[in-house]
């Protein structure tokens, strides 16, 4: 078990362990969420949820936690259930792809996919590697991400991604055109990973079910 922010969590050595750095972008995501639409939240490849549930404490706002681990699912849910949030929290184990309803809508999204390069992985022997495989350039699941991300963000929503890189955030750019994100602000912490705002300007409201039953 490991303190995250005010949370205990828990977790073991078939998931990532927690690194307490990233409080930074639950933080980061509970500070865009005061000026943000109503409207619940979104975490993608949540591991065990520790960056969404200390969100989901900070702003009282409803999280969708989804995860392909069905032993990151199992922490996940047991973390919200001793944190007290287990009203607030709904886990959903599978792809992001199968897990999301076309229709779900959400204020915020966090994503903290994995980012380390394939070839790079080796160096990392005490993670599991589908926690931390990010594909060749280390991109492959940001990619899907950011594509959910622009699927699901609700008109005026944000969303903060978490990468490894300053050259990877420097991507970007190209893989956002043309999806109705926007670049909002890129915070470095080297040594440690990098921190993406993003965000959807406010225009005609569409559907916000976003929280669908179980």
Request: aromatic fraction near 4%; hydrophobic fraction near 40%; glycine fraction near 10%.
């Amino acid at each position: 078990m490991i303190r995250f922010g005010h949370l205990d969590i828990d977790f073991d050595d078939r998931v990532l362990t927690p690194r307490t750095w990233t409080v930074r972008q639950s933080e980061w995501a509970a500070e865009l969420a005061a000026g943000l639409p109503d409207g619940p939240m979104l975490e993608l490849c949540s591991g065990a949820g520790q960056i969404g549930l200390l969100a989901a404490a900070m702003t009282g706002r409803r999280l969708v936690c989804v995860d392909a681990n069905p032993v990151a699912c199992a922490f996940a849910r047991a973390n919200a259930d001793r944190a007290g949030l287990s009203r607030l929290v709904q886990v959903r184990e599978g792809s992001i792809e199968q897990a999301l309803d076309p229709d779900e809508r959400y204020s915020l999204v966090i994503a903290d996919p994995p980012w380390v390069p394939t070839a790079q992985v080796g160096r990392y022997p005490e993670d599991p590697r589908m926690a931390i495989d990010g594909g060749a350039d280390g991109m492959l699941v940001a990619e899907t991400c950011l594509a959910a991300t622009a699927r699901h963000l609700s008109p005026g929503g944000s969303a903060v991604l978490q990468l490894g890189t300053a050259e990877q955030a420097d991507r970007l750019p190209d893989m956002v055109d043309g999806s109705g994100l926007t670049i909002r602000e890129v915070r470095d912490s080297p040594g440690e990973g990098v921190l993406v705002h993003l965000a959807r300007a406010a225009s005609m409201a569409g559907p916000d079910t976003g929280y669908r039953t179980a």
